[in-house]
């Protein structure tokens, strides 16, 4: 089945950094999803990539499809403490076999910043 | 818009009884919906996707006699733990997409429910 992998797994930084966290995935997908979520919250959608090489902005973020489509980065500007959380990229399959409607996680990337 | 609701956000139950867990989306027509199971600081799990007017597709591993799923209607999914064990005890979410309103929709997720089996 598909797997995704996110690199890196946490991070630790200071106030005002940038970041950037990578997804990579054994196959392709139609969609590439970023998502944020904080403790006992569901995912909160970010930003949603449909196109192989799509660059797409969320204010402070910035995510990009990659080429080969089995790839995804997320960057963020200028982080703030409000920017803490577990980060995850997702792939979104679509066909008209309803097996073949999912959406995959990565193992996700958790960013704690420090004031 | 697209918004999803769960509840309850949480819920405790004694063990061998079950539960039903409701996803509904608010405004607008869920034709597929996506349960996942999340465990402490680990990642989301499919479970399980549902189309409205069929029957849910399980991943594998996933018992399908556990983990009930009914597509209720184009706006609500419930799962169903039955006979909930202590092992059951999880975070789990939904999650609901539109296919009629665009090529290419993403998902949203519920808040999510916390079951505790004691």
């Known amino acids: 089945g598909q797997q995704l992998n996110q690199s890196p797994q946490s991070m630790f930084i200071q106030e005002g950094e940038d970041v950037s966290m990578n997804c990579t995935s054994s196959?392709?997908?139609?969609?590439w999803l970023w998502y944020k979520q904080e403790p006992g919250e569901g995912p909160v959608l970010l930003i949603a990539?449909?196109?192989?090489?799509e660059l797409t902005s969320n204010g402070r973020l910035t995510a990009q499809f990659g080429i080969t489509r089995k790839d995804s980065f997320l960057n963020i500007s200028a982080s703030i403490p409000s920017d803490v959380g577990i980060y995850f990229c997702a792939g979104q399959l679509f066909g008209s076999s309803p097996s073949y409607d999912k959406v995959i996680f990565g193992p996700g990337t958790s960013l704690s910043v420090i004031p | 818009g697209a918004v999803v609701s769960q509840h309850p956000s949480r819920v405790i139950c004694k063990s061998g009884t079950s539960v039903k867990i409701e996803c509904r989306s608010l405004d607008f027509q869920a034709t597929t919906m996506f349960w996942y199971r999340q465990f402490p600081k680990k990642s989301l799990m499919l479970m399980a996707t549902?189309?409205?007017?069929?029957?849910?597709?399980?991943e594998q591993g996933v018992e399908k006699d556990k983990f009930l799923i009914n597509h209720a209607s184009l706006t609500l999914s419930t799962l169903t733990v039955t006979s909930a064990h202590p092992e059951d005890s999880s975070f789990y979410i939904c999650?609901?997409?539109?296919?009629?309103?665009?090529?290419?929709?993403?998902?949203?997720f519920g808040q999510g429910t916390r079951l505790t089996v004691v």
């Open positions: 990539l449909y196109k192989a090489g």
């Open positions: 999650s609901a997409r539109d296919l009629g309103r665009a090529p290419w929709t993403e998902a949203f």
């Open positions: 549902s189309n409205e007017g069929s029957k849910a597709t399980y």
């Open positions: 196959s392709i997908f139609n969609t």
